[in-house]
Every structure is written in C-alpha cells, then in structure tokens.
C-alpha cells in the first residue's frame, strides 16, 4: 500500500502489527465522526490491553506488537481505530528505522497488506493505519502521519487528556520551572484522506492521570491526591488523611524481552529485615509464604511474557511483627541474562482489598547484571510506611546476593 491507499476488508477479525528494526510501542485510538475518543478509555496500550472490539497484544519482543480489530463488536459511534507506533527508547526518531505495517486475518492468519511509510526523519510517533467504516463495510487506509512530539502529539490530536501536573515550585538557587510548550503540529501534512484535526485539548501521557512525585530534596509526599508516579530515589508516605496505611497491599512486578529476545526468566522477591539492618527471612518462588502468611509470593513466571504483572507479592502491614522494619523488593535473572534483555520493568504497589494502584515506578534505563533492587518499604517510627523507588542494579543471580545489597540499601 503506499500513503493515502486503502483496500476493503474481506474479514471481520483483523491484525494489524507493525515492525522496525527496534521496538516499537503500538497502540490504538477509537475515534467516533468527530475524530475524537469518547474517554481515555478508547486509548488501547499495553497497560490498557483492551477495548470494545480493540485488543493489545504484546510480541515478547520476539515478534512486534499488535493490535486486533473485531469490526463486528466496535461500538456503532466508533467510525475508525487508527493505528499507531512509536521507538519504545525515549526520543528516538524513525530516521533510519521505517516501520512496516502487516495486515492480516485474524482468524486465519493470511496477510491482507503492508504499508511501510516512506522518507521518515523527525518523526518519533506516526499514526500508521486506519480502519474504518465507510458505506456500510470496513476498509483500512495507509496513513503514514508523523509527529515530532511522540505519542503525546498523536495523543492530543485524537483528544486523550490527562490532568496536566502542577509545576512544582524551583529552590532559590534554581531557576525557575518553564512553562510546558503547546503540542508540535504534526510532521507531515496528513494524506488526503485524513479529516483535519481539531483544536486540542491539554497534553496526554497516559491514562489514568497520575500526580506528579516530588523533585530529590522536596520533601515526601502521601496518597492524598491519588495514585503516584516515582522516580528513582523519590520517597512516598504511605499515608492517606494523615492515617498510616495498615492494610494489605501488593506489590506488582513485570518486565518483557527486549526486542528480538529470547523469553526472559526472572524471579521476584521481597527481602525483610530488623531494625538494625539484619535479614529476618526472604520470599521467593522456592518460598511463597513468610512471616505467618503476613508475605505471600504469586509463584514463578518463565518467560515474562504477556501484559500486567509478571509476578505478585502481597504484604499485609498490619500483621508484620515490630520486628520487621524494612523490606527490599527485588528482581534477579537466575538463568543469567542481563537486565539489558529486559524491557518496560517495573513495579507498582496496589491496595490488596480493591485493586487500586497507589504507586508505580518504572525501571527507565537498564545495565547488564542480574539484579535490580526495585524499591523498598520502610517502617517509620510513627507507625507509618514509606515507599522508596530504587532502580539499583547489582551482580547477583539469586535473592541470597541480593542479602546484603538490599541490606546497604536500607
């Protein structure tokens, strides 16, 4: 296909993977007449995987990512899902790296069509096909429409909007915060065929909103406004309405093959210790239940494939003894593969009794050893606990090295 071409559907299920040299994030918008989502729930990603009629399949990293349209289950104010990409590496642009795009049957697997978007440069999202109703029937068009400013771009034409952080006020010595820049018209001009966008609405990330963490040296912040998003050192007072947070939690670990490698085998596991740093007991995929049942394991998952939390741990803080006062989460590779292998690791801790996230840290950036200390938990003396996001890579293939590092990291 080449930009601006379209084809008629033969089928009511369809596929539509993109490819790259690198990995790519894919993703899919459903949009109603007016171009636009209904809600951030029409924005389907891989920690959105599903939709009415629109699924997200992760590859693994050995086979690109997807996204699958039931056309016959698409709500009838739904007129198209485009489909788009990005370099899953941060400012990555495609120059160099054009994607392809393979249509194909659902069901039956055959390839329908291809489109590779031609002459890319500062493009680092483009919306690469559409399929979308037209007199009755389904057709998908070859779009190949690039933006500079990443997913976002793409994000806010289509209207995902996210509340937009507060700027978090600079210390004397440091200037102040600038003023967050409107989102870049697109790269290129869309092809005919394209409805023109609208006026955008505010910047998107991702859906749900999620407050801002405090910058190094601000201060903890607690739960009060919601779910909190960490950066590596950031601390967060597990504290609502100024009430320690004695329930049970759990906390969420998962990772992916980094493109175009094998299944990943690492094992999560938590680490408690005393008040003078000693190691009171580890739970680990060879022992899923510590402290009387106050620490649970979800068990071993061999190859990190799939989207969600590869593996589970859950903590009931009212039940720790005062002996336990801290508690090191971590990952290790036993099997030997770095952390360089590994894509989209993270953790996330979750409110056990409802299943709301409270905080979520994503691993940015990655160094080839067999360890990762994630995060840690740490009793205050008013009872309270804090969360600190680590990110702090060690040589170590089993929870027993992770002993002492977790250990210093307290």
């Known amino acids: 296909m080449t930009p601006g071409s379209n084809i008629p559907l033969p089928a009511a299920r369809v596929t539509v993977d993109v490819a790259a040299p690198v990995r790519l994030d894919v993703s899919g918008l459903l949009l109603t007449a007016d171009g636009k989502v209904r809600s951030d729930d029409d924005f389907i ?66 390839v329908l069509a291809t489109f590779t978007p031609p002459q890319l440069g500062a493009e680092t999202a483009l919306v690469v096909v559409e399929i979308y109703r037209r007199g009755g ?47 870049q018209q697109p790269v290129a001009p869309p092809p005919p065929a394209m409805q023109p966008p609208v006026t955008p609405p505010a910047p998107p990330v991702s859906a749900p909103p999620v407050p801002p963490a405090p910058a190094p040296g601000a201060g903890k912040i607690n739960l009060d406004k919601g779910r909190v998003s960490l950066q590596k050192n950031q601390t967060v007072s597990l504290t609502k309405g100024g009430r320690p947070l004695l329930s049970q939690v759990k906390m969420g670990l998962g990772w992916e093959p980094a493109f175009h490698s094998r299944d990943i085998d690492l094992d999560a596991s938590v680490i ?17 239940t510590i402290l009387n049942g106050a620490i649970r394991h979800s ?108 250990s210093r990291a307290l």
């Open 45 to 110: 990603f891989y920690n959105q995987p599903a939709g009415p009629g629109v699924t997200y399949a992760s590859g693994g990293g050995a086979a690109p990512d997807a996204i699958t349209v039931d056309t016959a289950a698409v709500p009838p104010d739904i007129e198209k899902i485009v489909v788009t990409a990005s370099p899953d590496a941060a400012g990555q642009t495609f120059q160099g790296i054009e994607p392809t795009a393979t249509l194909r049957d659902a069901d039956g697997g055959a």
């Open 137 to 183: 029937s389904w057709k998908a068009r070859a779009v190949g429409q690039g933006y500079a400013n990443g997913l976002a771009g793409i994000a806010t034409d289509f209207g995902v909007t996210v509340e937009e952080p507060a700027a978090t006020p600079a210390a004397p010595s440091q200037p102040a915060a600038a003023p967050v820049a409107p989102p």
């Open 272 to 288: 408690a210790y005393g008040p003078q740093r000693n190691h009171i007991d580890s739970c680990y995929f060879g022992k899923l």
């Open 299 to 406: 068990g071993d998952n061999l190859t990190g494939e799939g989207a969600g939390d590869d593996e589970v741990i859950t903590v009931d803080l009212g039940r720790l003894s005062q002996e336990v006062t801290g508690l090191v989460f971590t990952v290790n590779s036993f099997s030997g593969q770095k952390f360089t292998e590994v894509a989209k690791a993270y953790c996330r801790l979750l409110d056990a009794t409802t299943g709301e996230e409270l905080v979520r840290f994503d691993l940015t950036h990655a160094e080839p050893q067999t360890g990762v200390m994630m995060a840690k938990l740490v009793r205050q003396f008013s009872g309270e606990w804090d969360m600190t996001a680590l990110g702090d890579f060690v040589k170590a293939r089993t929870v027993r090295n992770m002993v002492e590092p977790g």
